[in-house]
């Protein structure tokens, strides 16, 4: 199975803030990458599909980008309700796999 | 507006049987990929199944191979995961998500989640 790290786990910081979230899988997955937000007691939310590609309806303060084996979500500018923990999630092959998530808090 | 409904979750002793179903509504519903996901509570995302658009291509992840089996009906707009022998282990929320034809595995539209709690 392919193993996804995410970095780092936990990420305080503020409205306004530039955030980065990074991903990193165990081999190459070419660009078979996506990005989900989670909210407590919610499903998750598809953000980012195909390591770059924007899902309709979200906002585009978000973006992702890489391929092979490093990838990277970027919130531009954190809003009130980016509250939250991201997963990437790998789907080169089966099964596919999820990062451990990324809490994003209040600083 | 695409609604994803996920239910039968609940209590079940160890060893037991649960038949977890999920409808969905405001698509194509035979276009789509369904697939399972869980969540212990408190923890990360794991897939665990998914069905192809007209049911032909099962998979599921080794660790419920043998004892998980998903199935649809297109007619119903419905995908069954049918889990027996049921372990502590598979206590979590269950989140039923469709994938679209260009890639299964973009979980695009997902349920509000059903739990199952195995206990005696």
Redesign the interface.
Known sequence: DIQMTQSPSSLPASIGDRVTITCRASQSINS?L?W?Q?KPG?????LI??ASSL?SGVPSRFSGSGSGTDFTLIISSLQPEDFATY?C?Q?SS????????TRLEIK | EVQVVESGGGLVQPGGSLRLSCEVSGITFSYYWINWVRQVPGKGLVWISRVSSDGSAPSSADFVKGRFTISRDNARNTVYLQMKSLRADDVAVYYCATGPHWNPSVFQNWGQGTLVTVSS
């Not at chain 1, 919610?42 to 598809?46: D, S």
């Open positions: 078979y996506n989900y989670q919610k499903a998750p939310k598809l599909y195909s899902e997963y999630q789907t089966l099964p596919s796999t999820f990062g451990q998530g």
